[in-house]
């Protein structure tokens, strides 16, 4: 899958995968959207951001989760 949205420079945030060169996180947005804020919200706390730039952070997030196993509990 190819990201067009999604940058990570070395010399911003150190390197962390952020939004189109901006100073603005993949994880930030995901959190915002994880918190329940709508993408109206989002953009305004944000102007920066196009609705596109949320759908593509949901995706990085998500392929980035099929990349690695997290630590589960496990019901008993």
Same mark, same amino acid.
């Given at each position: 899958?190819?990201? $067009? =949205? ?13 939004? =189109?060169?901006?100073?603005?996180? #993949? ?5 915002? #959207?994880?918190?329940?804020? @709508? +993408? ?6 944000? +102007?920066?951001? $196009? @609705? ?18 997290? +630590?589960?509990? #496990? +019901?008993?």
């Amino acid at each position: 899958m190819r990201f $067009e =949205r999604i940058t990570a420079d070395p010399r911003k945030m150190g390197g962390v995968p952020c939004i =189109r060169g901006l100073r603005i996180p #993949v994880a930030t947005v995901v959190a915002m #959207v994880a918190d329940g804020m @709508s +993408p109206d919200d989002i953009c305004r706390a944000y +102007p920066d951001l $196009e @609705s596109e730039d949320m759908r593509e952070a949901l995706r990085y997030a998500a392929e980035a989760l099929l990349e690695r196993q997290l +630590p589960l509990t #496990v +019901p008993q």
